[in-house]
């Protein structure tokens, strides 16, 4: 329904290794942060690849990625949705349906994913709740899960009214926040072989 996609990692040989003189103080960042297998959350301007890169460095470490669109989901998108149950004796009781993104990685137990939260901040305060036990515990649905680490992308308010602040519990999770540096030379050089990199085989050399 749009709310959630997945990626692959690269294949071995699929794309040039980094250059390590040429890495950005973003990509730099998120490599530390991917080793470390810590949660990040990357706090930056709109339209400047935070997502591209995310995904490029998730998928050279070789984990897959599922991609939740927070600013499309409800609570139950994250919590489940609670399906009645009927037990012995006529009773019921509510059990909660797993999220399909989650059901994903629970069939795929020996695979590593990066779990991304895009648009962390412009969440609903329900969902920001919802988020909880993902974040803290990397539960859902009351499973342990051992085979994800969180990652999170946000605007600034200043962009978007729709922006919220981060609940405090959730804010501190992902400290020390990573303030998305753009529109230095840099980062429009990091942008440009981005897009070579990407495109230059797929259109007409004259275009380029």
Known sequence: GGKW?????YE???VPELDKATLSKNQKRLIMRMKAKKPFFILGEAGWGKTSIIKDIARRHKRHIITVYLDKCLPEDLGGIPVPQHGHGGT???????PGWAAVMLENPDKQYLLFFDEMNQADPAVQNALMPIVLENEICGVKFKNFIVGAAGNYQSENKAVEDLSGPL????KPIIIWSTNSDEDWASAFRHMHQKWDDKVDPKLI
């Open 5 to 9: 996609a997945v990626d692959e990692p």
């Open 12 to 14: 071995d040989g699929a």
């Open 92 to 98: 019921v009781k509510q059990e909660l349906a797993m």
């Open 171 to 174: 804010e501190s999770r992902f």
